[in-house]
């Protein structure tokens, strides 16, 4: 059974950092590209950034470049957002999202989420 | 990267088929056969529930079904239940590992 675990989110004031964390299982982690996506309170979903199974590629939304970093330890099946220079707009739950096969497009499992709050 | 657009709101009664609209541009959904839609109940985490315009997963109801002409894509429920009482999300890819969302849909089982 796939499963995928978040944390680390927390109240954070404007400016500040924060890295979340998500534990995979189920599945070889490793060959398969993950994703961050997001959802405001009472609004709808938003990609965030996406990574490549083998961690060389690596993708943004244009709200993220330059302040969010996606990493992965396949050694801990474990998928890293690390945000810098947060923003009021980017209070969220995170979702840690899988994407199917490769040469396919869609994303099969999401994890229950981790409440990032930005405010002072 | 602008989000897809969708209805905020549709509703139907109980047996009845109801169809959610999610029109983007050519660079997304226009551009490849790669929508999908997920079902978000409230407080829960999102479920695909359709895959490249018109696949099924393993476990989903056969009362749901995708299309797509040109730009829009659509998502209907037949034989409308209680249970699919919920917010609708169509995803599409858009080229060059970026994907973009939809508005999202508030389905109302009346």
């Known amino acids: 059974e796939v499963q995928l675990v978040e944390s680390g989110g927390d109240l954070v004031q404007p400016g500040g950092s924060l890295r979340l964390s998500c534990v995979a299982s189920g599945f070889t982690f490793s060959s398969y590209a993950m994703t961050w996506a997001r959802q405001a309170p009472g609004k709808g979903l938003e990609w965030v950034s996406s990574i490549s199974g083998g961690g060389s590629g690596t993708y943004y939304a244009d709200s993220v470049k330059g302040r969010f970093t996606i990493t992965r330890d396949n050694s801990k099946n474990t998928l890293y957002l690390q945000m810098n220079t947060l923003r009021v707009e980017d209070t969220a739950v995170y979702y840690c999202?899988?994407?199917?096969?490769?040469?396919?497009?869609?994303?099969?499992?999401w994890g229950q989420g981790t409440l990032v709050t930005v405010s002072s | 990267q602008s989000a897809l657009t969708q209805p905020a709101s549709v509703s139907g009664s109980p047996g009845q088929s109801i169809t959610i609209s999610c029109t983007g541009t050519s660079s997304d959904v226009g551009g490849y056969d790669y929508v999908s839609w997920c079902q978000q109940h409230p407080g829960k985490a999102p479920k695909l529930m359709i895959y490249?315009?018109?696949k099924r997963p393993s476990g989903v109801s056969n009362r749901f079904s995708g299309s797509k002409s040109g730009n829009t894509a659509s998502l209907t429920i037949s034989g409308l239940q209680a249970e699919d009482e919920a917010d609708y999300y169509c995803?599409?890819?858009?080229?060059?590992?970026?994907?973009?969302f939809g508005t999202g849909t508030k389905v109302t089982v009346l």
């Open positions: 490249d315009v018109s």
């Open positions: 995803c599409s890819y858009a080229g060059n590992s970026v994907y973009v």
């Open positions: 999202v899988k994407r199917s096969l490769a040469g396919t497009y869609y994303f099969d499992y």
